[in-house]
Nanobody, 115 residues
Framework: QVQLVESGGGLVQPGGSLRLSCAASGIIFSTYAMGWYRQAPGKQRELVAV???????NYLDSVKGRFTISEDNAKNTVYLQMNSLKPEDTAVYYC?????????WGQGTQVTVSS
């Protein structure tokens, strides 16, 4: 059974940083592209960052240069380093495979950027 558990969210001021973690069980990261998604209130969930099986990365245009996705295959954990945070980054952040597995969604971690 696949379980993805996100952590690391919180309240941060604009310009601040957070590092999100996603610990996985029941899945081997090295065999899947992994992604971080987010859903803001009243908006559809969107894919923010992807890391492929060959460790290539891709980002949503609005986070390029500010967010960095990485993974530790030995720990089966994927990370999202978020710098220069903006209020529009406020959302619940989730990890999942890419494309997403419907049954794999966790509870996410709330990121709130506000002064």
């Amino acid at each position: 059974q696949v379980q993805l558990v996100e952590s690391g969210g919180g309240l941060v001021q604009p310009g601040g940083s957070l590092r999100l973690s996603c610990a996985a069980s029941g899945i081997i990261f090295s065999t899947y592209a992994m992604g971080w998604y987010r859903q803001a209130p009243g908006k559809q969930r969107e894919l923010v960052a992807v890391i492929t099986t060959s460790s290539d990365t891709n980002y949503l245009d609005s986070v390029k240069g500010r967010f960095t996705i990485s993974e530790d295959n030995a720990k089966n954990t994927v990370y999202l380093q978020m710098n220069s945070l903006k209020p529009e980054d406020t959302a619940v952040y989730y990890c999942n495979i890419v494309p997403p597995g419907r049954a794999y969604w966790g509870q996410g971690t709330q990121v709130t950027v506000s002064s």
